[in-house]
């Protein structure tokens, strides 16, 4: 079979990173070759505006930079990340899985609009970022449905990626925006036909082996 690209993405906190690994892992015990990469790639120079706009150089407000600008930066990381890296990792696995993708994109910038502008974006997007940048798309994209009251509490004391500290970027200090990006998230899940995975049952969270769980059910029945 071809590589498979396979996307987990949801609100900040919600457990990319940890349902990543856990993903790669158990596809390798199941003999796939599978390999893992995240995005942005804070240590490359590529990712340098990334890191200018989430440390508020362009202002304190995610909305003081539109959703289109904003958007040019993750997808340059992207593409520079595909040039040197992904496509690699496509050529000699059978499985990449990738925590957060062209679908942060969707979830965080189109949070700034609404409407008929919210939806022109969101058709804009993928036709950038796949059409004429020519990045890969995606074999699937897992949602994490993790509602923002719970991402918020989740979000307290995790560490700040760039700084390493527990002082949060632009998007995670900003409640509202989190709010604001879950709604996005789930206009973008039913614009894009992603894959849901929910993460809360009556008032609370799945544990992490039943959320992996359900990942893995559904990433067998894409890649087999």
């Known amino acids: 079979m071809g590589a498979k690209l396979i996307v987990i993405d949801g609100l900040d906190s919600s457990g990319k990173e940890t349902q990543c690994k856990i993903l790669k892992e158990n596809l390798i015990k199941d003999s796939f070759a599978a390999e893992l990469i995240s995005f942005p790639s804070y240590g490359e120079d590529y990712a340098a505006p990334i890191k200018m706009y989430l440390g508020g150089e362009f202002g304190m407000d995610p909305n003081d930079v539109n959703p289109y600008a904003a958007s040019t930066f993750y997808a340059v990381d992207r593409f520079c990340t595909y040039k040197?890296?992904?496509?690699?990792l496509l050529e000699k696995s059978d499985v990449v899985v990738c925590d957060r993708y062209t679908s942060s994109n969707a979830i965080h910038q189109s949070s700034k609009l609404s409407g008929e502008k919210r939806q022109d974006y969101?058709?804009?997007?993928?036709?950038f970022e796949y059409d004429l940048l020519l990045i890969p798309?995606?074999?699937?994209?897992?949602?994490?449905?993790?509602?923002?009251?719970?991402?918020?509490?989740?979000?307290?004391?995790?560490?700040?990626k760039i700084t390493d500290a527990v002082e949060k970027d632009i998007h995670e200090k900003n409640e509202k925006y989190l709010i604001d990006c879950y709604d996005a998230a789930k206009n973008a899940a039913d614009y894009y036909k992603w894959e849901t995975i929910g993460c809360v049952c009556a008032?609370?969270?799945?544990?992490?082996?039943?959320?992996?769980?359900?990942?893995?059910?559904?990433?067998?029945?894409?890649i087999k």
Do not use: H
């Open 84 to 88: 040197k890296t992904l496509s690699g």
């Open 137 to 160: 798309r995606p074999d699937a994209v897992l949602f994490l449905d993790m509602p923002p009251q719970y991402a918020i509490e989740l979000m307290r004391e995790r560490r700040n």
């Open 122 to 127: 969101l058709k804009w997007l993928y036709e």
């Open 203 to 222: 008032g609370k969270i799945l544990t992490v082996e039943e959320i992996s769980e359900k990942i893995y059910e559904k990433v067998l029945s894409i």
